[in-house]
């Protein structure tokens, strides 16, 4: 069978490094992989990093599209896909998580009928503000094969009418949704050792192992209103003050270039000229890996991040109201606090005292890719 891959943003990429290699090892006889980078990111450190690092094929199509309005770029995406799904015939398409890049590559495949298989399907914020869960819902609604990571997200496709016990074979209108387990999982095991081996980002860094905190920032919720990147990078500082504990913060580009527009001059210059406050360019998955097993805490408004924390067992503060991980939250591994300076620092204050947080197996048992294949291929050819 062909699948056609689509990617886009820095997450998809990593995530796509797991099916890639799942295929490799089990099935290169049975299944081609052909991949579309839709080009949402573009940075050398938001994209090719990860080709170069991460084994991943280069794509065999690159469509350029760049940054844009929402459905600028989400139209852009959708024109340069449908071309490429004319051409190549695949039996099916596979998209990751929530990005425009997801939707439009749904978009295009569902008009088609080409069967969508939706990696990291079910996940709901229950927030319809964010872009994110509008194109994570639509793109579930038209998939043939969900694959959750969560029992959650197979609760949350049930509550939306999905029956979790359906029997092959599968289409739009009788999808299959599977709980199998969390591909970044079957990434973060499999690219810890090597980095261990690979990365000096701890000694470059002069990082003390255990005795810092990594912070990710680039929600658009957080970076787009003053207010909230102002209270943030407030409670970041009143930290570094509190704990004189030094903070690590590979900056995504949407807020590098937002930072000093969206805080007041006051805020910037103490952010700018704070020892302990380490801003550095967005760093590779090797050294991100290493960045997050050698933090004391993670604070942090990214999804991948806030799993990764639990994967290698660190405290998480997620500086979000809502999060679709529930499971970190209920078992007391993290804490959602939004962008309030004192509930940050509160959770904070929490984690940095408590001794004994569980970090129970939630994610599966590292093979999600390998399975994920299996159940395409018996799909697929049932269907044929
Ligand atoms: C996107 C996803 C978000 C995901 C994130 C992962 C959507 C709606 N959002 O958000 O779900 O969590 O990716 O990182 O799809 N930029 C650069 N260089 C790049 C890429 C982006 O400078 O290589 C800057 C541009 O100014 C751009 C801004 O970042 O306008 C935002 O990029 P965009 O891809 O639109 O959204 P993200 O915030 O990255
Ligand atoms: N990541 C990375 N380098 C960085 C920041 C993040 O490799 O400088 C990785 C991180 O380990 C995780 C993924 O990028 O696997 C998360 O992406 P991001 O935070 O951009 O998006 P989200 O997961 O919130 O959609």
């Not at 810092?212 to 680039?218: D, G």
Request: net charge negative; glycine share 6%; with cysteine.
């Amino acid at each position: 069978m062909k699948i056609i891959t689509v990617i886009g943003a820095r997450p998809q990429i990593i995530k796509a490094a797991g099916l890639s290699r799942a295929i490799k090892e089990n099935f290169s006889k049975e299944m081609e992989e052909v991949i579309i980078h839709t080009g949402q990111h573009y940075d050398e450190n938001m994209s090719n990093v990860f080709f170069t690092e991460l084994g991943i094929p280069k794509p065999n199509y690159n469509l350029n599209v760049g940054s844009g309005k929402h459905g600028q770029q989400t139209a852009r995406m959708i024109e340069g896909i449908e071309e490429i799904l004319e051409k190549e015939i695949p039996d099916a398409i596979v998209v990751y998580g929530d990005t425009n890049s997801t939707l439009a590559a749904g978009v295009a495949a569902a008009k088609m009928h080409i069967p969508i298989v939706h990696i990291e399907a079910g996940l709901r914020s229950y927030n319809k503000k964010m872009p994110e869960e509008i194109n994570r819902i639509m793109c579930d609604h038209a998939s043939t094969l969900l694959f959750s990571p969560t029992k959650a997200g197979v609760d949350n496709l049930v509550k939306e009418g999905f029956k979790c016990n359906a029997e092959p074979p599968y289409s739009m209108d009788h999808p299959g949704v599977f709980h199998c387990g969390d591909i970044m999982y079957d990434n973060s095991l499999f690219f810890s050792k090597l980095s261990d081996q690979q990365s000096n980002v701890v000694k470059e860094n002069s990082l003390e192992p255990n005795n810092y905190v990594l912070s990710t920032i680039h929600r658009n919720d957080n970076t787009d209103q003053p207010e909230r990147l102002s209270g943030i990078f407030e409670a970041i500082l009143e930290l570094i003050e509190k704990h004189n504990i030094q903070f690590v913060l590979p900056l995504h580009p949407r807020t590098a270039k937002l930072l000093e527009t969206n805080t007041s001059s006051e805020l910037y210059a103490k952010i700018k000229s704070e020892k302990r406050l380490k801003v550095i360019e967005p760093v590779s998955f090797l050294d991100m890996i290493a960045l997050e097993k050698n933090a004391k805490i993670i604070v942090t408004d990214s999804g991948g991040v806030q799993k990764e924390a639990f994967f290698f067992e660190k405290p998480c503060v997620i500086l979000r109201p809502e999060t679709e991980w529930v499971e970190l939250v209920a078992c007391g591994a993290a804490a959602i606090v939004g962008w309030h300076k004192d509930k940050i620092v509160t959770a904070f204050d929490h984690f940095i005292s408590s001794k004994d947080i569980k970090f129970p197996s939630l994610f599966g048992d590292g093979q999600s890719g390998k399975f994920m294949c299996e159940k395409m291929i018996e799909s697929f050819t049932i269907q044929d």
